[in-house]
């Protein structure tokens, strides 16, 4: 069987990364039965510790050193009543404190900036501080921004340049897309007036894809969880949830509060069907931002289930550490590709739910006698 250049340098890739995990496999089992050593790996925090935001980019760790990306951290503390800015390495990884300040390593506040006094304990007394910091995932966000505005921008810029040329780099990529997102999504959801909801539904869908993506990638400027945490999530439904309610019409609003063919002993004395109408126009944002988010988290989290068999069966015996990375790593890749499939899927159902609530907002009734 012949190989070409790309099945060699894939195959080149998979075994890096196998060996690469069976080496942290092997260190990790040295650690934990290392005298000095105290802790023993613990899947639960592993897996918790990736998924979570954080106040730096960890890129890696070589024996007991952390190499990673500070970031800045901006915050106003009630307690000394001023704003202090300044970098994440100044925490030392959560080892020290800095003008009052500490980053909380463990317990409820953990990852959190909280108030220390003298001796370096937390101030329970004291008041949170308000956290502007940009995280890790904020960071991530401004990358997805740079990125789609250099897509979009580059594409733009080829159809200025080139109006009756085919589509070509870039264009040629991201004109399907475009064009599924208008003609199978927006203009059968919402009809004549798709246009106008258009430019958010493009945004949206853009945005989850290529944060999916990136997600996927476990080095620098990837591996943020984004679409996985809950906050950004909530955030795309509350734009969803406010544009269909102001763009609601009269029929809309009059079919949650009188619907129309119930019958009249399920709206008076107790408007049981408009309560039930009222609690949906929640509902339906709050399953937009649960469903995002639990299925990209859901799927990082299997594969660091994965990753941490290999430094379980590892703490037990070499042996087993070996012969469980070839399992997980297997397993690994399969989940990776899965979740290039899911990465897709998500941002199509989330444009594609958000084009059936703005059509059901602006759907106009004609009320025609029946022949």
Do not use: C
């Amino acid at each position: 069987m012949i190989i070409n250049i790309n099945q060699r340098l894939l195959l080149l890739i998979l075994f890096v990364w196998s060996f690469l995990l069976i080496t942290n496999a092997f260190a990790t089992e040295e650690t934990i039965h290392h005298p000095v050593a105290e802790k023993k790996f613990n899947a639960g925090e592993f897996i918790i510790d990736h998924i979570l935001d954080d106040h730096s980019w960890h890129i890696a760790t070589v024996g007991h050193t952390h190499i990673s990306i500070p970031l800045p951290i901006i915050v106003y503390s009630y307690k000394q009543q001023q704003w202090h800015v300044f970098m994440s390495s100044k925490f030392h990884h959560g080892h020290s404190s800095y003008k009052g300040l500490a980053l909380a390593t463990e317990g409820d506040m953990k990852g959190k900036i909280v108030e220390v006094d003298e001796q370096g304990n937390i101030d329970q007394s004291a008041p949170l501080p308000l956290d502007l910091s940009i995280t890790k995932n904020v960071l991530e966000i401004f990358i997805i921004i740079i990125l789609l505005l250099w897509v979009f921008l580059s594409a733009a810029s080829y159809y200025r340049n080139n109006p009756n040329a085919p589509p070509r780099k870039i264009a040629s990529w991201i004109e399907p897309l475009i064009l599924f997102i208008r003609d199978d999504i927006a203009v059968p959801s919402i009809g004549h007036k798709a246009n106008k909801f258009l430019p958010y539904l493009l945004t949206v869908f853009f945005f989850i894809f290529f944060a999916n993506l990136l997600g996927l990638i476990p080095i620098f400027p990837g591996g943020a969880n984004v679409t996985g945490n809950i906050a950004v999530t909530m955030v795309l439904a509350l734009f969803t949830f406010i544009i269909t309610t102001f763009s609601g019409n009269k029929t809309y609003w009059m079919h949650i509060i009188n619907a129309p063919g119930v019958p009249w002993w399920l709206k008076i004395p107790i408007p049981l069907m408009p309560i039930i109408e009222l609690i949906g126009v929640f509902t339906k944002p709050f399953v937009l931002m649960v469903r995002l988010f639990a299925n990209i988290a859901a799927g990082h989290i299997i594969a660091l289930g994965f990753f941490s068999l290999i430094f379980i069966f590892g703490s037990m015996h070499w042996a087993g550490g070996f012969g469980i990375s070839i399992l997980s790593v297997t397993f690994a890749i399969f989940m990776t590709l899965l979740e290039l499939l899911v990465a897709f899927i998500q941002a199509y159902v989330f444009t594609l739910l958000s084009a059936i609530y703005f059509g059901m907002a602006t759907e106009e009734h004609h009320h025609e006698e029946s022949h």
